[in-house]
Nanobody
Framework: QVQLVESGGGLVQPGGSLRLSCAAS????????MTWYRQASGKERELVAS????????DYADFVKGRFIISRDNAKNTLYLQMNSLKPEDTAVYYC?????WGQGTQVTVSS
């Protein structure tokens, strides 16, 4: 059974940092491009960042470039998203996606 489980969300003040994790199981994680998406309340889901299967290639949405870093550990079947300089507009549910499967999401709230 393919499964993606996100963790690491929470409440953080503007300018703060969080690191999200996505634990993968049930498929050959190391062969798949993985992606982080987010969905704010009342808005459509949007791509945040993606990473190739080897980790050698990454891509970011303009609104997170220079602030977020996507990475992966294929030995641990885990995807990460390091989020720095967080802004209130980063508030959303963050989802990982891969192998045609979505995780359940983790809530990130940026507020003072």
């Amino acid at each position: 059974q393919v499964q993606l489980v996100e963790s690491g969300g929470g409440l953080v003040q503007p300018g703060g940092s969080l690191r999200l994790s996505c634990a993968a199981s049930g498929f050959a994680f190391r062969w798949f491009t993985m992606t982080w998406y987010r969905q704010a309340s009342g808005k459509e889901r949007e791509l945040v960042a993606s990473i190739s299967n080897t980790g050698g290639s990454t891509d970011y949405a303009d609104f997170v470039k220079g602030r977020f870093i996507i990475s992966r550990d294929n030995a641990k079947n885990t995807l990460y998203l390091q989020m720095n300089s967080l802004k209130p507009e980063d508030t959303a549910v963050y989802y990982c996606y891969g192998s045609e499967t979505w995780g359940q999401g983790t809530q990130v709230t940026v507020s003072s």
